[in-house]
């Protein structure tokens, strides 16, 4: 049973999926192509993109490793920051209007890239396409995804699934325009790629289906009028309630005073310490295993194939049946994670490896990046709903990030100071099973009552929204305050 919202009023009476006096292609397919060419645009701006032209840049700009360690330290810290801002103003300005304003930012820095003569340059332009293009762009698919999508939130973000697969490729076809096309023809063809991508999306946009007159999930109004565009979001009627369809919606800051949303964070947070330490210092791991460099083709090939799997698998089957418990699947990540660590540590398998044993490694991995990535696309809006989910998501992330500093320094001074990776693997495992006991035993979020104009007993009440009614308006007109 559904409840919809047609003419500013709702009514308990069951809809099917689409109208029966509507016909045609519902515009959240059109929606899903474009989230996804919207992450698809991200590639420029991630840790493992840029990878293929630091050493021209070190070169360039007769800069030492230690020094570009300090850059892209500096942008990490200002990534940490900016994050949480960031998720704000997609939700008082809407996704489509900051889309807009990514284009020029996200081509002016990666043309800069292929301009820039001194290191303070480097150092602002790597930022900018850090913030834009690696967090900004992201952010804006996955926010206005769930917010397309809810009962079909694992479904739906299958396709992301497939993007991300696509980006773990993407070092792959920037080496190779660099061999065809030299530094700075890659850097203009990579330019054109991110015009073209997010181009597309600018024309193709809608914030939220209640926009436009539809409701989430590709379902349609029950009859032939479409919903009200500008209809206030108030208390969800009995019979929603009764029906199990109501959606509540945190704000941020309700969201931030619950205990399951610093548990998830700090669960993120772990998990991400120990996948930027590994991953950032992958061959020197494997060389401590007795592997040497050509054994890392198979470990990426293993990684990307087992992710794009898992991650399938998870969003198609096991995700929308969860639904809002969906975050346990973060806790049963904890299991390849584990297994990581052990086969890392020598305590699992034998103490010097062969080669197959790094796709054996890249399997695991890609196991749970595959877990991990499925339900950290859908997570905060599983639980929090979908009007405030830019700001909330962007706090998340800005805390969760501070890991990708952490995690190679630990990695890193470690290896210096005593000659092997065991201590933090050690350290940061432990530290990972704390924080998923902390998950498991974290009762589920809970809005907290207000009361109305009468402020009698009786009066007090849960904000909810009805699936598939109009959202607060501000996501059109920019009017919303916590």
Known sequence: ???????????????????????????????????????????????????????????????????FSAIWTFTMLVSCLVAPFAGQLIDQHGSRRVLLFCMPASVGSILWLSAMKTPVELAIAVTINRIVNADMLPLIGVTTLNRWFVKRRGRASTALGLVWAWLLEFPGVELKLIHWLGAGGADLAVAVYVVVLVSICSVLWKDCPESIGLLPDLAHPANEERISEKAPLGEAPEAA??????????????????????????????????????????????????????????????????????????????MDWLGRKSYLIIVMSTLPQLLVTLLLLGSLGPKSWQPSMAIVLGILYGIWG???????????AQLFGRAHLGAITGLATGCMRVSGIIGPLLFGLARDWTGSYSLPLKVVMAFTLIAAAILVGTPMPQIPAEPTADHGPSSMGVKACVVGQPLPTNLESANLKE
């Open 370 to 380: 595959g877990m991990v990535t499925a339900v950290g696309n859908v997570v905060y």
């Open 1 to 67: 049973m559904s409840v919809q919202h047609v003419r500013g009023t709702t009514s308990a009476k069951s809809a099917p999926a689409k109208s029966e006096g509507r016909k045609g292609c519902h515009y959240g397919w059109v929606m899903l192509i474009a989230c996804t060419l919207a992450t698809a645009a991200s590639g420029t701006g991630h840790s493992f993109s840029i990878a293929p032209f630091v050493d021209r840049w070190m070169d360039l700009l007769h800069i030492s490793r230690h020094t």
């Open 241 to 318: 309630h009764q029906s199990g369809e109501s959606e509540v919606n945190f704000t941020r800051s309700q969201a931030s005073r619950t205990i399951m949303f610093w548990a998830v964070v700090l669960m993120q947070f772990s998990q991400n310490t120990l996948w930027q330490g590994c991953h950032l210092h992958l061959l020197d791991v494997l060389l401590a295993r007795g592997v040497d460099a050509v054994a890392a083709g198979g470990f990426y090939t293993a990684v990307a194939a087992a992710r794009t799997a898992v991650s399938l698998l998870f969003s198609c089957v096991i």
